[in-house]
């Protein structure tokens, strides 16, 4: 089926390691987006790219990284985990402005 | 500041009745909403969306309404089915950024 694959599903780090989230959609969207979804936070922008070879902060940009690898490919780093950082990770992706967006099934990341 | 509000974390209703799901927002320069829902161990996903040059918008047992004066959205679902039941997230936004509400919890009892 179509849509945002995510992977890993679920993540235990080390405070101090690093790991990569990967993110692939294969429906030749233009945007994509990596949000973190907390308690009573609702979900906050992590970092989006409007279009191959762009990327811009959102909301909780601190402690992340992203490269947009190709138009298919969107991925997150984290270099050093904090606790702070344990959260489920959502990517997502968008034709580009006004349309409604598509998630992936989100990663649940805990960081100790 | 949370530029979008849900502030009722819970609702409960009964199989068949309206459920009225409210969103507030500060940012007066949205122009585009959205309402999500997510079940559990899944991600979001896209139910209605809504442009600030309307106040309505219909589709299926979903409605939103929009009150571009008070800032409110609100999310209409009749009949409720226990299906529906899941949380609730609207969103407002321009360009490429949208903001999340917090979310609220339906639960539609048989």
């Known amino acids: 089926n179509a849509g945002v694959t995510q992977t890993p599903k679920f993540q235990v780090l080390k405070t101090g390691q690093s790991m990569t989230l990967q993110c692939a959609q294969d429906?030749?969207?233009?945007?994509m987006y990596w949000y973190r979804q907390d308690p009573g936070m609702g979900l906050r922008l992590i970092y989006y790219s409007a279009s191959e070879g762009t990327t811009d902060k959102g909301e909780v940009p601190n402690g992340y990284n992203v490269s947009r690898l190709n138009k298919r490919e969107f991925s997150l780093r984290l270099e050093s985990a904090a606790p702070s950082q344990t959260s489920v990770y959502f990517c997502a992706s968008s034709p580009g402005g006004d349309y409604g967006y598509t998630f992936g099934s989100g990663t649940r990341l805990t960081v100790v | 500041d949370q530029q979008v509000k849900q502030n009722s974390p819970s609702l409960s209703v009964q199989e068949g009745r309206i459920s009225i799901l409210n969103c507030d927002y500060t940012n007066s320069m949205f122009d585009y909403f959205l309402w999500y829902k997510k079940y559990p161990a899944e991600g979001p996903t896209f139910l209605i969306s809504i442009s600030s040059i309307k106040d309505k918008n219909e589709d299926g047992r979903f409605t939103v309404f929009l009150n571009k004066s008070a800032k409110h959205l609100s999310l209409h679902i009749v009949p409720s089915q226990p299906g529906d039941s899941a949380v609730y997230f609207c969103a407002g936004g321009y360009g490429q950024n949208f903001v999340f509400g917090p979310g609220t919890r339906l639960s539609v009892l048989p």
């Open positions: 429906m030749n969207h233009n945007s």
